[in-house]
């Protein structure tokens, strides 16, 4: 079964608001990131959460990560209409490195 | 950062020919490289890891002779398709692992910008 589940699947939101996209995964992990997919692009990374980490951020992104729930969420504050894209959790799948399984993903829609 | 290139970025083919996917490191040298396959609104799936210098391991359900994968270089990897059928036409991405060093670093994956294989 896909490892990392994500929801919601779909938000539309307008521009200025925050959004919130959450992720489930399966195993144990040793970390855990976020990738972002514009519309028929390749992804691009955006953060990455160390299991022994709780929260990280980076510009207007903030990443939670609980590992007795086995779940993270993704914050973007104050979004803008070019965050319009899919994002997407990655966690390794067993020890090679580089492998990656990916969560369903969120569309995220941001209003002008 | 890091740059994957991957070529071309929509082809369009006809039922029954092979169709050649590129996908080159720019800047770093990538011994592995990965091949997912992306159907329209859903997630990536694995098809196939490329190994410079030895076979590519493929996922489970992965056809090896439908896709054919060969990591020529330490920058090259290229996914061809053959005898492309209707049910192939997909969108395929390439990644490659950042260079760095850190087991943590080595997980974070650069993309290509994908190819839109269309068969008729």
């Known amino acids: 079964s896909q490892q990392g589940e994500e929801d919601p699947q779909a938000l539309s939101i307008q521009e200025g608001e925050n959004a919130t996209m959450n992720c489930s995964y399966k195993t144990s992990i040793n970390n855990l990131q976020w990738y972002r997919q514009n519309s028929g692009r390749g992804l691009v990374h955006l953060i990455l959460?160390?299991?022994?980490?709780r929260e990280k951020h980076s510009g207007r992104l903030r990443v939670t990560l609980d590992t007795s729930k086995k779940s993270s969420s993704l914050l973007i504050t104050a979004s803008r209409a070019a965050d319009t894209a899919s994002y997407f959790c990655?966690?390794?799948?067993?020890?090679?490195?580089?492998?990656?399984?990916f969560g369903q993903g969120t569309i995220l829609t941001v209003h002008p | 950062g890091a740059v994957v290139s991957q070529h071309p970025s929509r082809v369009i083919c006809k039922s029954g020919t092979s169709v050649k996917i590129e996908c080159r490191s720019l800047d770093f040298q990538a011994t592995t490289m990965f091949w997912y396959r992306q159907f329209p609104k859903k997630s990536l799936m694995l098809m196939a890891t490329?190994?410079?210098?030895?076979?590519?391991?493929?996922e489970q359900g992965v056809e090896k002779d439908k896709f054919l994968i060969n990591h020529a270089s330490l920058t090259l990897s290229t996914l061809t398709v053959t005898s492309a059928h209707p049910e192939d036409s997909s969108f395929y991405i390439c990644s490659a692992p950042n260079a760095g060093t850190g087991p943590n670093l080595k997980n974070i994956q650069y993309f290509g910008a994908g190819t839109r294989l269309s068969v008729l």
């Open positions: 490329s190994n410079e210098g030895s076979k590519a391991t493929y």
């Open positions: 990655a966690t390794l799948r067993g020890t090679s490195y580089g492998k990656l399984t």
């Open positions: 959460i160390r299991s022994n980490e």
